[in-house]
């Protein structure tokens, strides 16, 4: 993570200037305001994650940041950031909504619409941008939970709080391959967390909560595709509805529980097996790490799919050794 400013390095005179413009530069452009006759200490530091833009603000000055609609209008990629206060408290306010985050707790919010993010003391941030494709939500359900806390304590957001703390503050020491594999982690547990942080807001339209039902289905299956014993009886008591409504969730979806279960199996036995750092790892290990423990079956499966057996594809996809 790169250091882009540290306001020990720049005479006390030149530190609002600067700071705003390292501010808008890397996650604006936003409007800074802060008063000018209050010392400004700080450092502010980024990094790339994949398709993920990571920052971390450190500062013991009161300030904020606004995003106006007149800088909106001058148009931005369109991106969802994560908040998240490593340290001290901020103040996250979207729509008619505000978020006081504590140590611990994190908040999405829209880059596109107006919000203001302040700190009225001492805080180390972290804030993860992405464009909107990448987080496998709709955009009414997030508009719904824009600068609403995210449940920590329990549940996916219990595990993604602690991994963005440690991503923010680790980010030098990803090597670019591990950063591309982590980067899907991080978004599969924010999906996770915010599709089940979905499921509690009961002001959500009827429509929205369906929709968030199916993608925190989709996050369990994900989560237990190692499980060879993963079948629709399973996942439908996980949430409390019949295998009947499951299948019809499905049905809207044009495919089966099972097909699906199969399919997400495949799609990682896939990757894995296209992965240099587990070019050694044999195939059949590989098909049972996804809950495929049958090599014939798996082998079966691959090839109907992939047009390859598993091991040739392999051989396709890797470099030769040494």
Not at 156 to 184: C, E, F, I, K, N
Request: proline share 8%; hydrophobic share 45%; charged share 20%.
């Amino acid at each position: 993570m790169a250091i882009l400013i540290r306001t020990e390095d720049i005479p006390s005179a030149q530190r609002h200037d600067a700071w705003r413009g390292v501010v808008c530069d890397t996650l604006g452009p936003l409007d800074f305001r802060s008063d000018p006759g209050t010392p400004l200490r700080g450092e502010i530091a980024a990094g790339q994650l994949g398709p993920v833009n990571v920052g971390r603000v450190e500062t013991s000055t009161p300030h904020s940041v606004h995003r106006t609609t007149g800088l909106i209008r001058r148009g931005s990629p369109e991106l969802y950031r994560v908040a998240l206060a490593m340290s001290g408290h901020a103040c996250l306010l979207q729509g008619d909504r505000a978020a006081r985050l504590g140590p611990g707790e994190f908040a999405i919010y829209d880059f596109n619409r107006p919000y203001e993010l302040a700190y009225d003391s001492g805080v180390q941030l972290a804030v993860f941008s992405f464009p909107r494709e990448v987080l496998a939500l709709p955009a009414d359900l997030v508009a719904g939970l824009a600068a609403v806390p995210v449940r920590t304590d329990a549940g996916a957001g219990a595990l993604a709080a602690p991994l963005l703390h440690r991503v923010a503050q680790d980010m030098d020491t990803y090597q670019p391959a591990s950063a591309a594999r982590l980067s899907a982690v991080v978004m599969t547990l924010l999906t996770t967390a915010i599709a089940e942080h979905a499921g509690r807001a009961g002001a959500l339209p009827p429509e929205s909560r369906e929709r968030a039902l199916v993608l925190r289905i989709h996050a369990f299956i994900e989560r237990n595709l190692g499980e060879a014993s993963l079948a629709p009886g399973t996942v439908a008591a996980a949430h409390y509805i019949s295998v009947r409504y499951l299948y019809r969730l499905f049905e809207a979806q044009g495919t089966t529980v099972a097909a699906w279960i199969r399919h997400r199996r495949l799609e990682h036995c896939r990757a894995d097996l296209a992965d240099p750092a587990l070019g050694r790892t044999p195939v059949n290990a590989v098909a049972a790490r996804w809950g495929l423990p049958d090599p014939a079956h798996f082998n079966r499966l691959f090839k109907r799919t992939y047009g390859l057996p598993p091991a040739e594809y392999r051989r396709a996809f890797l470099p030769p050794a040494g």
